[in-house]
C-alpha cells in the first residue's frame, strides 16, 4: 500500500478512494425517541439529509411525565417529542418516516440500506441506532398496565410524585438493597420489600456481597422483607384520580395479593426487572454486543461496524434516561458529519498520490480537535 501521511490520516489509502457512494441520504436515523431526534437536530443544524424512521414505541410511552430533564421537567413525553420534531423541521433537512424498519443492511461498501414493510428503501452512508430498550416485566396479573403509573423502576423518574409513601420493592431481594439506598431515607421510609420467593441462598449470598452488614440496615431502616409467592397486583386508586398538583404529589394506591391468600396494601411500586433491545436492527447489523447493549466503547460512540453509531439506552454508556439520549445523539451526529465531511475532504487530490497534505487539512483539525484524532483511531481500528 503507497498511503501518503495526509491520506493515512483518515485511514484511506490514495489508491483505493472509490467516489464518495451516490446515497439518496447522508444518515439513516433509526428511532424518534430522544436520542434519534437529538441525532437529527445536529445533523440538520449542518445540513445533512436524514432519514428519521420511528415505529411509534417509545420506553417511556408509559408514564405520565417526563422527570429531571432541565428546561423540559414534568412534560408529557408525547408533547416533547412533538415540540422536537417541529424544531427539526425547521430545518427542511430530516424527513420523518413513521414505519417500522423491516431490514437495515450494508448494500455495497459504505452504503447501508434501510426497508419498510411496502418494500420501499432508503440509502444513506451512514447509520445511527437510536433504536432503544424494552422493559421486560412478569406475565403477573395487574403490573403492565400499571407500569409508569405507580409501578416505577427509576427513583429520579417518578420518586418525587410518590415521597413519604409507602413504597413496595419489586424483584429479586438482592436488587432490593439498590433500591433501599436510592430511596431510603430520602424520598421514602417506608419500604417493603416483596421478595416473591426469591430469598435463596443464592440471592443471599449476592446482597451479602454488596453489604455484609445488609441485614442491619434493613433492621435499622425498619425495612420488610416478605418473601412469599405473588399472585397479582390490583389497583385500589389511581394518582391520576387523587393528586396534589401544587406539590406534585401522587396518590395511587395497590394491593399486593399472595398465593397464600394474604395481601398487603402500598402507595407504589418500585421494580427492578431486567431490559432487553427494542429492535433486532443492531443484531441484523452485526455490530458488537456487550452485557445486552451495543458495544459503543469505541471514541466518538462508534459500533464495531463501520459508519454505524449507537446512541440512547440501546449503546454500553449504560445510563439509560433522556439527557443521556439526548447527550448521546448530539455526540454522534457531531462525529459522524466530521467522518462524512473528512471522507469527502479525502476525495480532493485523491487523483494524485504525490501530495502530501490534502488542502484545507491544517484548518480542519484545527476546527474538529479531538474529533479529528477519533476518527483517526476509529478508521484504524476499523
Ligand atoms: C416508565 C418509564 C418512565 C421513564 N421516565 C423517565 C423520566 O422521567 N426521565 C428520564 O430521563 N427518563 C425516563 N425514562 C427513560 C427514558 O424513557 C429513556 O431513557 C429514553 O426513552 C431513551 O431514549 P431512546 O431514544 O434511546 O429510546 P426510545 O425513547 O425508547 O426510542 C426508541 C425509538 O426507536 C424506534 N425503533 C425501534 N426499532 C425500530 C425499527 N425497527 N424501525 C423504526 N423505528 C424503530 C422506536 O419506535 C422509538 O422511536 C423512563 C422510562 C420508563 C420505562
Ligand atoms: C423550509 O421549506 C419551506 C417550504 O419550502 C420554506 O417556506 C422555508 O423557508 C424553509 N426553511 C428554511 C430554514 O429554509
Ligand atoms: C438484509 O438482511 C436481512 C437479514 O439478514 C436479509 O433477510 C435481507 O435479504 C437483506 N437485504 C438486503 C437488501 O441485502
Ligand atoms: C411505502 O411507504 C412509504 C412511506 O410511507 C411511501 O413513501 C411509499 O410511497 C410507499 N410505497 C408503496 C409502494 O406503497
Ligand atoms: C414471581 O416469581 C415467579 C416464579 O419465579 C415468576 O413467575 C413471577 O413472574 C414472579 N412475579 C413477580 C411479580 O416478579
Ligand atoms: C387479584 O386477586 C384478587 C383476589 O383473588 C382479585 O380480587 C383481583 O381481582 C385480582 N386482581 C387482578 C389484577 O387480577
Ligand atoms: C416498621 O414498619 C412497620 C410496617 O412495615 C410499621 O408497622 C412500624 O410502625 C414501623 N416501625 C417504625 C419504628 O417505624
Ligand atoms: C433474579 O435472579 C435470578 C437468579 O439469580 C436470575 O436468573 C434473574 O435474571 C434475576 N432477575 C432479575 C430481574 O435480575
Ligand atoms: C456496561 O455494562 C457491561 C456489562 O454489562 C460492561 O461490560 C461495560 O463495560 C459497561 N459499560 C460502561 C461504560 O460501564
Ligand atoms: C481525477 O481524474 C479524472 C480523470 O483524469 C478526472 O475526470 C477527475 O475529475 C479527477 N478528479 C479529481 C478529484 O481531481
Redesign the pocket.
Given at each position: 500500500m503507497h498511503c501518503l501521511s495526509a491520506l493515512v490520516l483518515f485511514g484511506i489509502c490514495a489508491t483505493t478512494l472509490a467516489q464518495l457512494s451516490n446515497t439518496q441520504y447522508d444518515v439513516i436515523v433509526i428511532g424518534g425517541g430522544p436520542s434519534g431526534l437529538s441525532a437529527a437536530s445536529g445533523l440538520s443544524r449542518v445540513l445533512r439529509k436524514v432519514a428519521l424512521f420511528d415505529s411509534g414505541e417509545y420506553r417511556n410511552n408509559p408514564t405520565r411525565h417526563m422527570h429531571d430533564v432541565i428546561g423540559s421537567d414534568h412534560v408529557v413525553p408525547a408533547e416533547f417529542r412533538a415540540a422536537a420534531r417541529s424544531q427539526i423541521a425547521f430545518y427542511n433537512t430530516t424527513t420523518f418516516i413513521d414505519k417500522t424498519v423491516v431490514s437495515l443492511n450494508a448494500t455495497a461498501p459504505g452504503v447501508f440500506t434501510a426497508t419498510i414493510a411496502n418494500g420501499s428503501s432508503y440509502s444513506a452512508r451512514k447509520v445511527i441506532l437510536g433504536s432503544g430498550m424494552k422493559d421486560d416485566l412478569p406475565p403477573v396479573p395487574g403490573l403492565r398496565e400499571a407500569f409508569g403509573k405507580g409501578v416505577y423502576w427509576c427513583p429520579w423518574c417518578d420518586g418525587f410524585e410518590h415521597r413519604d409513601q409507602t413504597i413496595g420493592v419489586l424483584g429479586n431481594l438482592s436488587d432490593a438493597y439498590d433500591s433501599v439506598r436510592e430511596l431510603h431515607p430520602t424520598l421514602n421510609k417506608d419500604i417493603r420489600i416483596f421478595a416473591n420467593g426469591t430469598n435463596s441462598p443464592a440471592q443471599l449470598s449476592r446482597i451479602a456481597g454488596k453489604n455484609p452488614k445488609w441485614s442491619a440496615v434493613f433492621s435499622t431502616y425498619n425495612i420488610t422483607v416478605n418473601n412469599n409467592a405473588i399472585m397479582n397486583i390490583t389497583r385500589v386508586q389511581s394518582g391520576e384520580d387523587v393528586h396534589d398538583q401544587a406539590v406534585r404529589k401522587e396518590f395511587d394506591k395497590f394491593r399486593v395479593y399472595f398465593t397464600d391468600g394474604s395481601n398487603d396494601e402500598v402507595g407504589a411500586f418500585m421494580c427492578n426487572y431486567g431490559t432487553s433491545q427494542a429492535s433486532r436492527l443492531p443484531d441484523q447489523l452485526g455490530v458488537r454486543m456487550i452485557g445486552g447493549k451495543i458495544d459503543t466503547t469505541a471514541p466518538g460512540l462508534r459500533t464495531t461496524v463501520k459508519g454505524v453509531w449507537g446512541v440512547g439506552d440501546a449503546n454500553s454508556d449504560n445510563s439509560t434516561n433522556v439527557p443521556h439520549a439526548m447527550g448521546s445523539g448530539k455526540k454522534a451526529a457531531v462525529y459522524c458529519h466530521v467522518e462524512l465531511a473528512s471522507e469527502e475532504l479525502a476525495?480532493?487530490?485523491?487523483?494524485s498520490t504525490r501530495r502530501t497534505a490534502v488542502p484545507g487539512m491544517d484548518h480542519v483539525e484545527r476546527e474538529m480537535g479531538r474529533a479529528v484524532e477519533d476518527i483517526y483511531h476509529g478508521l484504524r481500528m476499523a
Open positions: 476525495q480532493i487530490g485523491s487523483n
